[in-house]
């Protein structure tokens, strides 16, 4: 019988990257709802030194697979890895993460299995208690449908935005196992580590070989631009088409380094290149939730909304009143962010200085 | 060479509005078009003939109306086009549409299959996989630079933090993000020739030898929505206008200083 939750653990040149530990979190409180463990599956070469943390994280047993033709990330390598583990260790859910990496090897998995993968899920649920209390709480469904749910229902519960976030659907995959979900980096609650906590560690050999690799890797290209992980930031300031142009992001990183935060950007600045692309809010870009997100010139195009609605504070400084931005602002500014901005951020240096003395 | 392209018939989200009064969406008058990344992979394969010879394929499934966006290939310079239709298809999730777009491919045939990485309604990026799945051979998906070297196709992978660049043999599938070129425009004698041509009408019966019918549509399809809603929308914020820069300063200041954030 499929039983307990595999997380496929992402990690890059040997280091372990954030939505694995937050896909950990998730699956521990999810397994607590369904009384069974949480097992990370750890893939890549001279790695295994790492499965210790994973257990420190919530992973009751992390499986390794070490292997020379893990070393980068190629599809097929990879997908036979994980078909190998599910063949053998059954599966009741696996999760990954929605990256470039996870939504590439999941659907080829998914396909190859011939289960159901759901894309890019913001919301798990297994208890449907929770799930009533989800509904009630942030969705817009009627009292007498959530009170129909049947609440024997054991059925993973995926949800995810549509249409750029103007819809949520929560799906489910009844009949085949196991169930499979891409989860957005930066949604889910990064669990806290504890280094007291004891789990198995078992090496797995899945018969992978260099054969296996039907690409050839001929070069590798780093990005010459230190990436800046934006999902990471407390305080956001954004830029979109009012700004300008590339040299319109200036004043909007002047107040963002004032007040310890990055500077993001909707999608039009990243289309017209005026900045780069790690930097993009949004639905094709990443999901933020800021405790402080200052629109600047942004009009707030759905799928700019469904990347950063759920920050804590969002301040919108535009021309235009009528624009969902400034619906959605806790605090709407209709004015010129190319006066305002820079005078903000002068007001908070004297702030901090009279503060000081 | 013979080149694929799937192209998807797509609502464009970018005039997608929300009714402010239900907060639902309201889709009267939106355009459809053709799939960002899809066009891009389309203009791609255009170029790899330009330099290469061989010819470019146009494969969508849709309803009848999607017709419209295989013309528009076909306009761009693509030399024919099928169209997959059939109330047997329908309410196909990843797998199933995956199944019935691969079946089709294998009656056509190909040297390379070009997928755009994600349509912008459903932002899911698992059919192109889920169809080099289906017909076992290599994929390379997020393609921001595509080559063709002999029998092998050369493209630059993206990642998040870096790129690879990848040798592929063909037979493959490759991804393609928006990125990966800028589309030409529709001609005028392109136009023309579109509207003469005949596309390629696909129903289940065209596909049925080859197709499970267990595999396919809603009933065959392994996930199924449980429930779909809007959001509830938060309470309305303040909005403050005609205000001087220093009295909206003013304004900002006295909520980062409530808050902490200073």
Not at chain 1, 105 to 127: E, K, N, S, Y
Request: with cysteine; charged share 25%.
């Amino acid at each position: 019988m499929s039983k307990d939750i595999y997380v496929v653990i992402e990690q890059r040149n040997g280091h372990i990257q954030k939505v694995s530990y937050e896909l950990i979190g998730e699956a521990t409180k999810l397994a607590a709802d369904m009384g069974e463990q949480v097992v990370a599956v750890l893939m890549g070469y001279q790695i295994a030194d790492k499965a210790e943390t994973l257990i420190h994280y919530g992973a009751s047993k992390v499986l390794v697979l070490d292997e020379p033709v893990l070393e980068h990330y190629t599809t097929e390598p990879y997908v036979k890895g994980i078909e190998y583990v599910i063949k053998n260790y059954a599966p009741n859910v696996v999760l990954f993460g929605a990256s470039s990496i996870g939504r590439d090897m999941a659907p080829r998995i998914a396909g190859r299995i011939h289960t159901g993968l759901t894309a890019d899920c913001t919301r798990l649920d297994v208890d449907v208690a929770k799930y009533q209390e989800y509904l009630r709480k942030s969705t817009n469904v009627p009292e007498d449908k959530i009170i129909a749910l049947d609440t024997s229902d054991r059925n993973l519960k995926m949800t995810r935005p549509a249409f750029g976030g103007n819809v949520m659907a929560t799906i489910v995959c009844r009949n085949y196992r196991p169930q499979m979900a891409t989860v957005r980096p930066g949604v889910m609650e990064m669990p806290e580590k504890d280094t007291s906590r004891t789990g198995e560690i078992i090496k797995v050999d899945a018969g992978l070989s260099m054969d296996d690799m039907n690409v050839e890797i001929l070069d590798v290209v780093r990005s010459d631009k230190k990436a800046v992980d934006i999902t990471d930031a407390k305080i956001l300031v954004s830029g979109g088409r009012g700004v300008g142009g590339p040299e319109g992001y200036e004043p909007l990183r002047e107040l963002a380094a004032e007040l310890g935060g990055e500077v993001a950007s909707s999608r039009i600045g990243v289309d017209s290149g005026w900045i780069e692309k790690s930097r993009q809010v949004g639905q094709t870009g990443k999901t933020v939730h800021p405790n402080l997100y200052i629109a600047c010139g942004i009009s707030g195009a759905i799928q700019h909304l469904a990347g950063m609605e759920d920050s804590e504070f969002i301040i919108a400084i535009n021309k235009d009143e009528t624009c969902p931005m400034m619906k959605l602002a806790d605090l709407g500014i209709v004015g010129d962010l190319h006066v305002i901005v820079p005078k903000l951020t002068e007001a908070i240096k004297a702030y901090k200085a009279s503060q000081n003395v | 060479m013979k080149i694929v392209v799937c192209i998807k018939q797509v609502p464009d989200t970018a005039e997608v509005r929300l009714d402010p009064k239900t907060g639902t969406l309201i889709r009267d008058g939106v355009p459809s078009i053709i799939n960002h990344d899809d066009k891009a992979g389309l203009e791609a394969a255009l170029q790899l003939r330009e330099k290469f010879g061989g010819t470019v394929t146009v494969v969508c499934m849709g309803p009848p109306q999607a017709d419209v966006a295989l013309r528009e290939a076909l306009a761009m310079g693509a030399d024919d086009a099928y169209l997959l239709s059939a109330r047997e298809f329908g309410g196909s999730d990843t797998y199933a549409t995956a199944t019935i777009i691969a079946t089709a491919l294998k009656k056509i045939g190909f040297d390379l299959v070009i997928t755009g990485r994600q349509a912008i309604d459903g932002d899911t990026a698992q059919v192109g996989p889920q169809i080099a799945e289906q017909l076992k051979v290599p994929q390379v998906s997020y393609a921001e630079q595509l080559e063709v070297e002999g029998d092998s196709v050369i493209v630059k992978r993206q990642y998040e933090d870096q790129a690879h660049m990848l040798k592929v043999k063909m037979p493959c599938l490759v991804t393609a993000l928006s990125e990966l070129t800028e589309p030409r425009y529709m001609h005028v004698g392109g136009i023309v020739d579109a509207y003469n041509k005949d596309i390629t009408v696909w129903g289940f019966d065209d596909l049925k030898d080859d197709l499970n019918p267990d595999w396919i549509g809603l009933k065959g399809s392994p996930t199924n929505v449980f429930q779909s809603f809007g959001k509830q929308p938060k309470a309305a914020g303040t909005v403050m206008a005609g205000l001087s820069a220093d009295e909206a300063v003013a304004a900002i200041m006295e909520k980062l200083i409530e808050r902490h954030i200073i």
